[in-house]
């Protein structure tokens, strides 16, 4: 029984018909479907009022094991520091790989950074669960591949890959001799009489710095989902950015006498899924909200064409991407002809049939007419992070697998034996907790203390204020990379190029204009803050989708406290010109003598 919308007396309600083809499909029909989506996203809202507070990533007393290092557990003990640096990354993920190397090319060599990992790579040195890959294009999201002259093996590279390909590029660019591991940055303090930062660690260091960036990622801390009694499971468990290979064995072979228990099915656990389940003796999927799952179409690179890449070749394919965004004349003629109310419409509606096609995949993929049933997803696409994987469907065939589907609630507690849904205790030897990461709170996970005092974290409180999501008013000399208020980019590398760019840029001009600090005005800033809110919330897209982290989990938040949508086009594009009005934008203070 296929369950589709079909005709009732000449209305569409949700039945048990086939779902009509694309081309004969009245509005009546897209109407149920959204009806159905909105019906979903209040049953899960009606599980959850509590909105981002259903996870917690205070992973402090008994939690503090889920936080901790799984690939280096011992810490190579070393002496405290006590100096002066002129650059100081916090996090030595690929903001700062890459921002290092455009610092490089400009003669900048006094570069540190100060990671909280046993290496550089940021979110590829934490993921390294079984089957981690990137969903977006290696020939993309890679970054310095035309200075590297890295070729990516394959179309999707590996976790594994990504990570190697990170230490190649310190290496290179000889950042580990400055570099500080298994260092967490605790407070990082503007002094204005030295016009100098100070960064103080979890080592007991205490470094000093002309210029900080803060570049410890979008989605950084593990959190667990709040779920009573997690303490008390007696089994073994772990969350997938700490991935305990100890526990599971290197190919997972230590799980084939074991039943493994997996809480959440986002972008970490579809890549998981088909690997527990062919290693595991059984396997129970404790799902909330299905994800939407789509072909995924990889190949290893072809050598004919990577001979054939010209020097270049990447920032070409970048332009390339760019300019596939940007809309001619005509182009935008003709869409401001259509009212706004029908452009919704229409793009509403070819979203529901991409929705549709991913059920009908569903169908065809899932043997179990009710494990399929569960795992088609009943929102707009891209309410959630979308996901690809050949093999995710397929493995719910298997007889060991077993789907969970809590239909939006959740697990409703875990005890000593494992997680209980629906009065039953699901005995697991090991659980796994696939629930994601504290989202965008870059800048704000030490405490930064500004001019007069300010804390960056207490500003925050009455509305986020930056200029172009790099810069805030009282914050002299520090940059905050991928935070709130910078552009949305699904590849979030390219993203950084252009703020590891604009951040060379500003540092360069300042070292050339003999400038000891760049302090952007207030007025700057609330222009920034403007375009920002002029961007954001202008369709009730972000209240209809289902809770999720890309709407705050359904949480209220207000229109500046988030990406700016404006266009990565456009997000350059201000970015050069706030440059190239750099007296009008920042406050300026010369260097003495
Ligand atoms: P997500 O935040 O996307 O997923 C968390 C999951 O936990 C959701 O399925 C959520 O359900 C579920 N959950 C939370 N609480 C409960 C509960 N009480 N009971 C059952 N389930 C629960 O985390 P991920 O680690 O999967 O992904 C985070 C992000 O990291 C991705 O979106 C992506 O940006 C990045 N990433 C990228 C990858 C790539 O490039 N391939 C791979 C992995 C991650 P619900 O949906 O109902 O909230």
Same mark, same amino acid.
Request: hydrophobic share 35%.
């Given at each position: 029984?296929?369950?589709?919308?079909?005709?009732?007396?000449?209305?569409?309600?949700?039945?048990?018909?086939?779902?009509?083809?694309?081309?004969?499909?009245?509005?009546?029909?897209?109407?149920?479907?959204?009806?159905?989506?909105?019906?979903?996203?209040?049953?899960?809202?009606?599980?959850?009022?509590?909105?981002?507070?259903?996870?917690?990533?205070?992973?402090?007393?008994?939690?503090?094991?889920?936080?901790?290092?799984?690939?280096?557990?011992?810490?190579?003990?070393?002496?405290?520091?006590?100096?002066?640096?002129?650059?100081?990354?916090?996090?030595?993920?690929?903001?700062?790989?890459?921002?290092?190397?455009?610092?490089?090319?400009?003669?900048?060599?006094?570069?540190?950074?100060?990671?909280?990992?046993?290496?550089?790579?940021?979110?590829?040195?934490?993921?390294?669960?079984?089957?981690?890959?990137?969903?977006?294009?290696?020939?993309?999201?890679?970054?310095?591949?035309?200075?590297?002259?890295?070729?990516?093996?394959?179309?999707?590279?590996?976790?594994?890959?990504?990570?190697?390909?990170?230490?190649?590029?310190?290496?290179?660019?000889?950042?580990?001799?400055?570099?500080?591991?298994?260092?967490?940055?605790?407070?990082?303090?503007?002094?204005?009489?030295?016009?100098?930062?100070?960064?103080?660690?979890?080592?007991?260091?205490?470094?000093?710095?002309?210029?900080?960036?803060?570049?410890?990622?979008?989605?950084?801390?593990?959190?667990?989902?709040?779920?009573?009694?997690?303490?008390?499971?007696?089994?073994?468990?772990?969350?997938?950015?700490?991935?305990?290979?100890?526990y599971t064995g290197?190919?997972l072979e230590n799980l084939s006498d074991k039943v493994v228990?997996?809480?959440?099915?986002?972008?970490?656990?579809?890549?998981?899924?088909?690997?527990?389940?062919?290693k595991a003796k059984e396997?129970?999927?404790?799902?909330?909200?299905?994800?939407?799952?789509?072909?995924?179409?990889?190949?290893?690179?072809?050598?004919?064409?990577?001979?054939?890449?010209?020097?270049?070749?990447?920032?070409?394919?970048?332009?390339?991407?760019?300019?596939?965004?940007?809309?001619?004349?005509?182009?935008?003629?003709?869409?401001?002809?259509?009212?706004?109310?029908?452009?919704?419409?229409?793009?509403?509606?070819?979203?529901?049939?991409?929705?549709?096609?991913?059920?009908?995949?569903?169908?065809?993929?899932?043997?179990?007419?009710?494990?399929?049933?569960?795992?088609?997803?009943?929102?707009?696409?891209?309410?959630?992070?979308?996901?690809?994987?050949?093999?995710?469907?397929?493995?719910?065939?298997?007889?060991n697998?077993?789907? #969970?589907?809590?239909?939006?609630? @959740?697990? =409703?507690?875990? /005890?000593?034996? *494992?997680?209980?849904? %629906? &009065?039953?205790?699901?005995?697991v030897d090991v659980?796994?907790?696939?629930?994601?990461?504290?989202?965008?709170?870059?800048? #704000?996970?030490?405490?930064?203390? @500004?001019? =007069?005092?300010? /804390?960056?974290? *207490?500003?925050?409180? %009455? &509305?986020?204020?930056?200029?172009?999501?790099?810069?805030?008013?009282?914050?002299?000399?520090?940059?905050?990379?991928?935070?709130?208020?910078?552009?949305?980019?699904?590849?979030?590398?390219?993203?950084?190029?252009?703020?590891?760019?604009?951040?060379?840029?500003?540092?360069?001009?300042?070292?050339?204009?003999?400038?000891?600090?760049?302090?952007?005005?207030?007025?700057?800033?609330?222009?920034?803050?403007?375009?920002?809110?002029?961007?954001?919330?202008?369709?009730?897209?972000?209240?209809?989708?289902?809770?999720?982290?890309?709407?705050?989990?359904?949480?209220?938040?207000?229109?500046?406290?988030?990406?700016?949508?404006?266009?990565?086009?456009?997000?350059?594009?201000?970015?050069?010109?706030?440059?190239?009005?750099?007296?009008?934008?920042?406050?300026?203070?010369?260097?003495?003598?």
């Amino acid at each position: 029984m296929v369950e589709y919308a079909g005709r009732k007396k000449g209305k569409f309600s949700l039945g048990s018909q086939a779902l009509p083809p694309e081309s004969e499909r009245p509005q009546e029909f897209y109407d149920a479907v959204k009806k159905k989506f909105a019906e979903e996203r209040d049953l899960r809202l009606k599980y959850r009022p509590h909105g981002l507070s259903n996870y917690t990533s205070e992973l402090s007393g008994e939690l503090a094991r889920y936080g901790e290092d799984s690939y280096n557990r011992e810490v190579t003990p070393r002496e405290s520091i006590n100096d002066e640096v002129e650059i100081l990354f916090i996090g030595g993920g690929f903001s700062a790989l890459l921002t290092s190397v455009r610092l490089h090319e400009k003669g900048f060599r006094n570069i540190r950074i100060v990671e909280r990992a046993g290496d550089v790579g940021g979110t590829w040195y934490w993921n390294r669960y079984p089957g981690i890959a990137c969903d977006v294009v290696a020939y993309d999201y890679l970054p310095l591949l035309d200075e590297t002259g890295y070729i990516p093996t394959r179309h999707y590279a590996t976790g594994f890959e990504i990570y190697d390909y990170c230490k190649s590029i310190a290496r290179d660019y000889e950042l580990y001799d400055h570099a500080v591991f298994q260092t967490t940055v605790t407070a990082t303090v503007w002094n204005e009489e030295e016009k100098l930062w100070h960064v103080e660690t979890d080592r007991g260091d205490h470094m000093k710095a002309r210029f900080v960036i803060c570049a410890n990622g979008p989605l950084t801390k593990p959190k667990l989902a709040a779920i009573t009694g997690i303490e008390t499971f007696r089994g073994h468990s772990f969350h997938t950015g700490r991935w305990d290979y100890d526990y599971t064995g290197q190919d997972l072979e230590n799980l084939s006498d074991k039943v493994v228990g997996i809480i959440g099915t986002g972008a970490s656990a579809v890549q998981i899924i088909p690997n527990l389940g062919e290693k595991a003796k059984e396997l129970y999927v404790f799902q909330r909200t299905p994800s939407t799952i789509e072909r995924r179409k990889d190949w290893p690179t072809d050598p004919e064409w990577a001979a054939k890449l010209e020097p270049g070749w990447q920032a070409k394919r970048r332009r390339k991407t760019l300019d596939a965004q940007l809309l001619t004349e005509e182009q935008k003629a003709e869409k401001a002809k259509i009212p706004q109310a029908e452009k919704i419409r229409l793009q509403e509606n070819a979203n529901i049939d991409h929705m549709m096609r991913i059920h009908e995949w569903i169908d065809d993929m899932v043997e179990d007419r009710a494990t399929a049933e569960s795992l088609k997803p009943w929102y707009m696409y891209m309410c959630k992070r979308p996901t690809f994987h050949n093999d995710y469907l397929p493995t719910y065939n298997r007889p060991n697998v077993h789907l #969970v589907d809590t239909r939006g609630k @959740g697990v =409703d507690e875990i /005890n000593e034996d *494992g997680p209980v849904f %629906d &009065g039953k205790t699901y005995k697991v030897d090991v659980l796994i907790y696939a629930t994601g990461f504290e989202v965008q709170k870059t800048g #704000v996970f030490n405490t930064i203390v @500004g001019r =007069d005092g300010v /804390n960056l974290a *207490g500003k925050y409180e %009455d &509305g986020i204020r930056t200029l172009l999501g790099v810069h805030s008013h009282d914050f002299p000399n520090l940059f905050i990379m991928a935070g709130y208020q910078s552009s949305f980019q699904f590849n979030l590398t390219d993203m950084l190029e252009w703020q590891g760019k604009h951040i060379a840029a500003c540092m360069d001009y300042a070292r050339e204009n003999n400038i000891q600090c760049i302090d952007p005005t207030a007025e700057a800033e609330e222009w920034w803050v403007q375009e920002v809110i002029k961007f954001r919330g202008t369709t009730s897209r972000n209240e209809e989708c289902t809770p999720g982290y890309y709407n705050f989990e359904g949480e209220f938040n207000r229109r500046q406290d988030g990406n700016y949508n404006g266009g990565i086009n456009e997000y350059i594009a201000h970015m050069d010109d706030v440059r190239a009005h750099m007296e009008e934008n920042f406050i300026l203070t010369k260097a003495s003598g």
